[in-house]
Structures are given as C-alpha cells and as structure tokens.
C-alpha cells in the first residue's frame, strides 16, 4: 500500500500548554478527497510522526494518512449479549 503523506507540521508553545500547528497545500487536500472518494470514506485518520533527519527552518513532522483496517470484520462476542436481552426483553426501563 503507498503511503499517502499530507502536509507538515510542528509543536508550538502557548500560555495553554504545547499546540500542534499544522498545514496543508493544496495539493494535498486533492489528494486526501480522492482517496477518500476511491475508498467510500466519510471519515479519515492520519498520524503526525517526527522527520528522522529535521532541516532547520522546516517543520520537524509530516503528517501520513493512516490507512490500517482490520484483517476481518468484528463481529461481537457470544458473552456480550444475555439470552433473552436481544429485544430488550429484560431492560429495567
């Protein structure tokens, strides 16, 4: 899978505590909409991770879209629901 990167970033120091401050080209938001539009996706996930090697004067962190999904669908546990609260049958209220 490519890895899709979107834009940089860096941690900002305020009265309030650290604040990450990020930006995104263009390009990127095209990027991101595309795959989204590829994938059916509503939603999406992405990762702020620290250059290995940072240039002065640049962001010290790119951001990466976070493409994980689950090898196989969740399906609930066989303890989750008690016989005979399928239906609310047994719900106090």
Excluded at 65 to 72: A, H, N
């Amino acid at each position: 899978m490519e890895k899709i990167y979107c834009g940089s970033g860096k941690v900002v120091k305020t009265k309030y505590g650290n604040m990450f401050k990020g930006s995104m080209h263009i390009d990127h938001v095209k990027l991101l909409l595309k795959h989204m539009e590829d994938n059916n996706l509503e939603w999406i996930n992405w990762d702020a991770k620290q250059k290995r090697e940072p240039e002065q004067g640049k962001p010290p962190y790119y951001l990466e879209v976070d493409q994980w999904k689950p090898d196989r669908e969740v399906e609930p546990r066989p303890n989750e629901v008690a016989e005979g609260d399928k239906d609310g049958e047994t719900l106090p209220f």
